[in-house]
Nanobody
Framework: QVQLVESGGGLVQPGGSLRLSCAAS????????MGWYRQVPGKPRELVAQ???????NYATSVKGRFTISRDYAKSTVYLQMNSLRPEDTAVYYC?????????WGQGTQVTVSL
């Protein structure tokens, strides 16, 4: 059974940093593109960042220069380093694994940016 287990969310002040982690099943990690999405109530889930199995990255315009996605093949884990956080980054963040029509989601982790 494929699992994606997120950790690292929490409450942080504006301008602060957080690092999200997503531990994935080894059966998919090496061949799937891994990504982070986020969602706020009443809005659709949106892509934050994605990294292909070959290491090519893609970011939402709103997070470019502030967030960095990376993956550790030895640990089957994908990370999202979030710096210079803003209140508008507040959301539930979901880990995603994707390969053609096959897709898996984590359970989500709350990130709140507030004084």
């Amino acid at each position: 059974q494929v699992q994606l287990v997120e950790s690292g969310g929490g409450l942080v002040q504006p301008g602060g940093s957080l690092r999200l982690s997503c531990a994935a099943s080894r059966s998919i990690f090496s061949t799937y593109a891994m990504g982070w999405y986020r969602q706020v109530p009443g809005k659709p889930r949106e892509l934050v960042a994605q990294i292909t199995s070959g290491g090519i990255t893609n970011y939402a315009t709103s997070v470019k220069g502030r967030f960095t996605i990376s993956r550790d093949y030895a640990k089957s884990t994908v990370y999202l380093q979030m710096n210079s956080l803003r209140p508008e980054d507040t959301a539930v963040y979901y880990c995603n694994a994707q390969k053609t029509i096959s897709q898996y989601w984590g359970q989500g982790t709350q990130v709140t940016v507030s004084l």
